[in-house]
């Protein structure tokens, strides 16, 4: 028989590409949609109660406008653009971040979007040389905000140098948004000039660490995955778990510091304000088993604990002088030789000193001492320890139960 390939049907791509967008995407042009079609179904078209509007936000403090007005759209084709543009968009970064996370940064763009709006819309429209009193009464609404912002942190992500413009010509990659903002600023009617810029700014802010206090650390982020509330998402094969991407709370490119948690949640807001400083930074992945990320991973930090395991088993043989030396013993001395040479000395100077009775550096404090005391070891054995693990507690405490062991 010959061999006939047949193409699946428009209905198959259709949900094999509705499967391929991950969950919290997926559930942002759901939301979109089904408002918009709400809207349609039920006559309702006062948009200018819902839309950011800086004046009703200064003057009555109508915050709700922040969020509502990026969920609602003014027509089929505003809509339509708008999710067509964030399935890419949303679906690259949710893989990335996951998607708790994601949905946290979207929440942080609105808010940080709506800042940068108020700030240029009160200075322009009260400056005392030429007043722009209208953009106070604009009434902007639409997704397309994010999305700008969503642009500038993609980019920054990818790395590329050029950016490519509906395929007609390439532009630096740094100038891609901008372009893009003029581009549809010529091309469509009644667009938020304002709007959009503000989306661009909150994500070069995002990009170059700039809201790195605000962001939470992981825990806070595998908190929320394992509640309860939460579980009927969780266990669905589009949700994106935040420990399936980028292990670091802190996605953005230039970045001086991983810390586990956030300022806004430690409280040493101090300590991370260093973040704002736009400086490179990578951070090694570990390995990790999930059935999204198929294949045998390794961490590259293994060789170095490897290293560091075997000396410090080998100052644990080195301490040890009751029991006799076996073969296994001597290799791994040697072992241990080709690894840390100066650590042996060091570990060598101490156990000869400690032997001949004379006291040893102080490496550490006496409230440090007390406490390995108060776990029922000799001082003789604390100080020989501490001074082996070069003032190190924990490896001092491993060295100790090694002893005893």
Not at 77 to 83: E, G, K, T
Not at 162 to 172: E, K, W
Not at 354 to 373: F, H, M, N, T, W
Request: proline residues 5%; hydrophobic residues 45%; contains cysteine.
């Amino acid at each position: 028989m010959p061999n006939i390939v047949s193409e699946a049907g428009l209905q198959t791509r259709a949900g094999q590409w509705w499967d391929s967008i991950p969950f919290l995407t997926s559930a942002v042009v759901i939301v979109c949609g089904v408002i918009y079609l709400i809207c349609i179904l039920v006559g309702y078209d006062s948009f200018y109660e819902v839309c950011f509007l800086p004046e009703a936000i200064v003057s009555h403090f109508q915050v709700y406008r922040i969020y509502t007005s990026i969920i609602f759209h003014g027509s089929l084709l505003h809509v339509l653009f708008n999710m067509l543009a964030l399935v890419p968009l949303g679906s690259e970064l949710e893989r990335i971040m996951g998607s708790i996370r994601l949905l946290y940064t979207i929440i942080l763009l609105a808010t940080s979007n709506a800042i940068f709006h108020l700030i240029i819309a009160l200075v322009v429209a009260h400056n005392p040389f030429h007043p722009f009193e209208h953009l106070m009464n604009e009434c902007a609404i639409g997704f397309s905000g994010i999305l700008f912002s969503m642009i500038v942190i993609e980019t920054s992500l990818s790395g590329v140098q050029s950016r490519s413009v509906f395929g007609l010509f390439n532009v630096p990659a740094k100038w891609y948004a901008f372009i893009l903002l003029v581009v549809f600023q010529l091309l469509m009617t009644n667009v938020s000039l304002l709007g959009h810029l503000c989306g661009i700014l909150s994500g070069f802010a995002y990009t170059f660490g700039l809201f790195n206090f605000l962001i939470p650390g992981p825990s806070f982020y595998t908190a929320i995955e394992s509640s309860s509330w939460l579980a009927s998402c969780v266990r669905r094969p589009k949700f994106i778990l935040c420990s399936g991407g980028n292990p670091s709370a802190y996605i953005p490119t230039y970045t001086a510091q991983n810390s586990p948690s956030s300022a806004l949640f430690s409280g040493n807001i101090w300590r991370n304000l260093s973040s704002w400083m736009p400086q490179r930074g990578t951070t090694a992945q570990p390995a990790q088993d999930d059935p999204r990320f198929p294949g045998r991973g390794r961490t590259l930090g293994s060789v170095q604990n490897t290293a560091v395991n075997s000396d410090s088993n080998l100052q644990a043989r080195l301490l040890d002088n009751s029991r006799p030396t076996s073969p296994s013993d001597i290799a791994a001395a040697g072992a241990g030789e080709r690894l840390s040479n100066e650590r042996q000395l060091q570990v060598s100077d101490a156990l000869a000193v400690g032997a001949g009775g004379y006291p040893l550096p102080q490496v550490a404090s006496e409230e440090q001492i007390q406490k390995l005391l108060s776990m029922g070891f000799e001082r003789t054995q604390v100080e020989v320890a501490i001074a082996a693990a070069d003032g190190d507690l924990n490896v001092a405490v491993e060295i100790l139960m090694s002893q005893q062991g």
